[in-house]
């Protein structure tokens, strides 16, 4: 079968139904490229799923299904925290290493 046709095949598809609020947030977190706001992005994106996982704690009307989103949205988070400050870090290091290479 032909890539074009298992695309075009809905039964092929892969489908997201369930949405929480938390996902927009944590969305805009992973898929931002810029290292400049990814910190923002994740910071916002760990508080939206924080604040859910306590009205989940207090059991208002969460799924087994969402209560393992939760978890493994913070998972991911931290991943991509990890990753942006060692990249925001080296980012920084190496604009400081050229401005004192290129002093008179």
Avoid at 1 to 23: G, Y
Avoid at 41 to 47: G, N, P, T
Wanted: hydrophobic share 35%; with cysteine.
């Amino acid at each position: 079968m032909a890539i074009s046709q298992r695309l075009a095949d809905p039964s092929q598809e892969f489908k997201v139904s369930t949405r929480f609020s938390w996902q927009e947030s944590y969305h805009a977190a992973l898929l931002e490229t810029d290292w400049t706001k990814m910190v923002e992005l994740v910071q916002k994106a760990e508080s939206d799923i924080h604040k859910r996982r306590l009205e989940l704690s207090q059991d208002h009307n969460g799924t087994q299904e969402e209560r393992e989103a939760v978890v493994n949205a913070l998972n991911g988070l931290q991943g991509s925290a990890n990753g942006c400050g060692c990249l925001a870090g080296a980012a920084e290091s190496e604009v400081a290493s050229s401005k004192l290479c290129s002093l008179p």
